[in-house]
């Protein structure tokens, strides 16, 4: 059976992405891939104001929250 490069590359980034849906935390960060509607990034400092990236799917576009 011949399969191409791209069609094992696809399939492979498709399960990566099922794997890492969730929401995460690393050290100041927090960032969610589970949602249908939009992924998110944010931080909060020690003034409890937020800096973060919120990415839309439907529009194709980023909110940043400063």
Known sequence: MNVSFGAVAIICSLFSLAVFAGTFQ????????DNNDFYYAATVNEARHIFGQYCYF???SCLYLV
Do not use: Y
């Open 58 to 60: 439907k529009s194709g």
């Open 26 to 33: 690393s050290k100041e960060w927090t960032w969610s891939t």
